[in-house]
């Protein structure tokens, strides 16, 4: 194995707590237009559960948000969609471990490619948030591309910018059909990190970890077995 390739939201970026952070700047920028009863923890659960790991559109997410009995003057879905991205991706927090995880991974000579869905402007200020980019030889977003994990030429898109062979890689990300399906069709070792999306009961299990402290540890033990 000479290659990690990793999926960016909910795999590097904690999504779950920076759109907690966020309903907490939410409830102290709006606090004028909501019902006197709005708490963070409400919001932060209901924007958790609306965001749906980051997979709802914008448009839907902030019609939803809208439309929940939380104002005393409603703002505009418009409004409620420009003031979320610009603030979300800018202020994205990392998975516990992430520096960690990807410092020790290029110590062991592995060469790091992040492959992410999103739209670019988004998925760059995560990026920048995060600092990743000095971590990565090569970055694929899927706008920026022109198609989307799970579809097979995003796969080897990326696997010919690394000058590399799915079986000497690995693939890391949280989503089981765009990242584990996905990359495991295309011949690469998959692992799946848990948490963010339940895992299709029709399929087995597959190769996990729940944190990124654990994915060294496990690609070493995968390495001396091979």
Known sequence: MKCAFFDLDNTLTDRTSTVGLYAEYFLYEFQQYLAEHVSVQYLATTFNELDRGGYETHDIRSAAIRNLAIWRKPV???DLSRHWQDWVPNHSLPMNGLNECLEELISMGFKLCLVT???SKNQRDKIKRLSLDKYFDTIVISEEFGVKKPDARIFKFALDQMACHANDAFFIGDHPVNDYL???????????????????????KPLSINSLHELCPLVRNLIAKA
Request: charged share 15%.
């Open 76 to 78: 505009s879905a418009q």
């Open 182 to 204: 996905g990359s495991t069709a295309m011949g690469f070792t998959a692992i799946w990190l848990e948490g963010a999306h339940p895992w299709p009961k029709d399929i087995d």
């Open 117 to 119: 869905n999103g739209q």
